[in-house]
């Protein structure tokens, strides 16, 4: 009987930093890429240490060793879609905004500015250098203020907006005691809205997650709004199932 050849995964390159507790970062990304039925390959921008609860610091890591990764990392097969978080570093930044020009696959970055479990993390004009790269941004409300002058109580595209953005609404929704989520998918002209159900409790890594479900989705060749909507309701099926980690911290996990 002749056997069926294995089917290619898309490889789905996951750049920012190391949440040594795995709640987080570069290993909750790779956790969403891979029941996704994609293959997560890593580049870690940023050592950091913390918990589910405490921020202690974060190192940048050294452009040699991140260029002799991604040297490894794309000499064989070229990712089909490549998602960044938390950037360590300007010279980060301009290294990858010269490393990615040279391929043609979706981007998507999650403009993180602050950790789950409290600190400092991004850096905001790194993230602006590599912006205007981007296939999507997904910042939450706070974030899309602060970086590109959108307003946090109504959302809608501004000029200083160097992509598309969708723009979270669970931090915003959860300080006005609404039930309901809405996010935002601006683009010059056209605006998006999706909805989604606020749940109690505190969600670790939902930003990282609903990234990457989303650079998968455009790495199948879906439309901008489609991916956005199956992003959505893919980190949704996980807070169904999320787990408690330390002082009541939830972990959002995959179905069974």
């Not at 981007?134 to 907006?161: H, K, M, Q």
Request: proline share 7%; charged share 20%; net charge negative.
């Amino acid at each position: 009987m002749p056997v069926r050849p294995i089917p290619r995964m898309n490889l789905i390159l996951c750049i920012g930093g190391l949440d040594p507790c795995g709640a987080a970062g570069i290993l909750a990304d790779a956790r969403m890429v891979e029941s996704l039925g994609c293959r997560a390959g890593v580049l870690n921008l940023l050592d950091t240490w913390q918990g589910a609860q405490r921020f202690g610091g974060a190192r940048a890591t050294s452009l040699d060793v991140l260029q002799r990764q991604w040297e490894y990392l794309t000499a064989d097969e070229r990712p089909a879609a490549i998602k960044i978080g938390a950037l360590g570093s300007l010279e980060q930044a301009d290294w990858l905004a010269a490393a990615i020009r040279s391929l043609t696959c979706p981007l998507v970055i999650d403009p993180v500015l602050l950790a789950s479990s409290g600190g400092d993390l991004g850096c905001p004009e790194a993230i602006l250098r590599i912006a205007p790269l981007a296939s999507l941004l997904t910042p939450n409300r706070e974030e899309a203020g602060r970086l590109f002058g959108v307003d946090p109580e109504d959302p809608s595209w501004t000029e200083r907006c160097p992509a598309p953005l969708l723009v979270t609404g669970a931090d915003h929704a959860a300080r006005r005691g609404e039930t309901t989520l809405e996010h935002r998918l601006l683009q010059a002209g056209a605006e998006e809205r999706f909805q989604t159900r606020l749940r109690p409790g505190r969600y670790r890594g939902s930003g990282c997650l609903l990234a990457s479900a989303i650079t998968c989705a455009l790495a199948r060749g879906e439309l901008l709004a489609t991916a956005c909507a199956q992003g959505l309701a893919s980190v949704d099926g996980w807070l169904d199932h999320a787990v408690p980690l330390a002082d009541g911290v939830l972990l959002p996990r995959p179905g069974p």
